[in-house]
């Protein structure tokens, strides 16, 4: 959940890091797939502006879907399955497009400002550098709705 996600952050980073990301290697990114609900406050050209349940302001990317939070946050792609890193980082390539083929395009289509959005998806955060006012999570379900969150 995003908003326990961002609590723990601000209370526990190392516990988030340890308990609930996937790492490659001994890099200071951290991947989480997350969840969470909220209202769209605006759509911007890059993103969707959304306000979660306890108040945090998250981005949905509905532009400039790249990078391997998608794939790292999910810790179902093993790299030492991959016989050179040409075809590991084409997994991303794979992933990404699907992504916005499946995901981004009919939720950038539908999303209005006012609509109560939940979403699933993957999110980077630097150990070095935590940007809590700054998430950018790339999108991999959604639900459009009108109304209040419960």
Known sequence: EIDQLISLLKTNPQKAFNEFSHQLGISQTY???????????????????VETDEKAKVKIAI??????????????????GFLNMTDFNNVSVSVNKLVKERIVVPLKASAKTGMLLQFAGATEISSENIKLNDL?????SFNLSYGKTE
């Open 31 to 49: 991947y989480f797939m997350v969840k969470g609900t909220g209202k769209i406050l605006s759509v911007e050209e890059e993103y969707l502006l």
């Open 63 to 80: 532009a400039f879907i790249f990078g391997n939070a998608v794939r790292d946050g999910s810790g179902e792609v093993d790299i030492d």
């Open 136 to 140: 950018r999570i790339i999108p991999v």
